[in-house]
């Protein structure tokens, strides 16, 4: 079943959510998978950069500040694409760095807007509420920023599939925990 534009962000809004999801995941994700592939990555990168974009389109869309006007499959790939070419400006930054031993201010990139410290530490003290497993593989994803191979190895998982389908359904039970608590909602929104 497909979804328009409109259908999506209401859903989303009206926490009817798990569908539309679903949706955008088969829809956007190809696209977004093959531009990272083209662009020195793999499929594993390409999960984790398209999920902390929708996770950006879905707090833009529950704080009321996405414009209609954008397409959303555009807005999450613009999205991707930022995430994306910041991590490797960055990865690119600390090898120059560990090899020049220079430590100059190199400025804040997207990745530092989205996830400040503060909203790090709200989003850890929400993963402790998911239960031990899914705390784990969350912060090996997020903060370790392991790929799913790496995970799989690490937490016993019998293939990278079940790594992917884990993730997602902790990220879902993440978005529910964060919907439930208003003030919760507020801090992250401001962050």
Not at 1 to 15: K, P, Q
Not at 39 to 62: C, P, T
Not at 64 to 84: H, S
Request: include cysteine; aromatic fraction near 10%.
């Amino acid at each position: 079943m497909g979804y328009s534009d409109n259908e999506i962000i209401n859903a989303i809004r009206a926490g009817n959510d798990r569908d539309v999801l679903e949706f955008l995941y088969s829809n956007l994700f190809p696209r977004v998978e093959k531009f990272i592939r083209n662009n020195s990555g793999d499929s594993d990168a390409a999960f984790d950069v398209f999920q902390d974009s929708i996770l950006v389109f879905y707090k833009y869309v529950k704080t009321n500040r996405f414009d209609q006007k954008y397409e959303i499959g555009a807005f999450v790939f613009t999205v991707c694409r930022n995430i994306w070419f910041n991590r490797l400006q960055k990865e690119k930054r600390e090898v120059v760095l560990a090899a020049h031993e220079d430590f100059a201010d190199t400025g804040s990139d997207i990745l530092d807007q989205i996830m400040t410290r503060e909203r790090e530490e709200a989003v850890s003290g929400v993963i402790s509420q998911l239960g031990r497993r899914c705390e784990q593989l969350l912060q090996l994803s997020i903060f370790y920023r392991l790929r799913n191979h790496e995970i799989c190895d690490r937490m016993g998982f019998t293939s990278e599939n079940a790594v992917k389908t884990r993730k997602y359904k902790c990220m879902q039970k993440l978005i529910s925990i964060i919907e439930a608590d208003p003030s919760l909602k507020r801090a992250l929104a401001e962050s």
